[in-house]
């Protein structure tokens, strides 16, 4: 079992910066994807980045060059580091966890982007 608390979200103008922390407890493996989605209303969940085993990182091309996520494997989090925030990031920001077949999602966090 796996737990993961999202903090981070809030409301923020566009061009401005946030910083986006997901906390996982429980059955922790090194081993693992961590990941960033999001989803705005009426749209379907989407992914915006997630890191693979620490080290491998895939970013949505709307992202790419704005946001960089990360992990501290001591404190066992993942964090999303968004720059230049567009109003087009306005969504709910849920965090990922994924080992073989089994996957985990936070509560969500909500971010708004005003203009």
């Known amino acids: 079992q796996v737990q993961l608390v999202e903090s981070g979200g809030g409301l923020v103008q566009a061009g401005g910066s946030l910083r986006l922390s997901c906390a996982a407890s429980?059955?922790?493996?090194?081993?693992?994807?961590m990941g960033w989605y999001r989803q705005a209303p009426g749209k379907q969940r989407e992914l915006v980045a997630r890191i693979i085993n620490g080290v491998t990182t895939n970013y949505a091309d709307s992202v790419k060059g704005r946001f960089i996520i990360s992990r501290d494997n001591a404190k066992n989090t993942v964090y999303l580091q968004m720059n230049s925030l567009k109003p087009e990031d306005t969504a709910v920001y849920y965090c990922?966890?994924?080992?073989?077949?089994?996957?985990?999602w936070g509560q969500g966090t909500q971010v708004t982007v005003s203009s």
């Open positions: 429980g059955s922790i493996f090194s081993i693992n994807a």
């Open positions: 990922n966890y994924a080992r073989g077949s089994r996957v985990y």
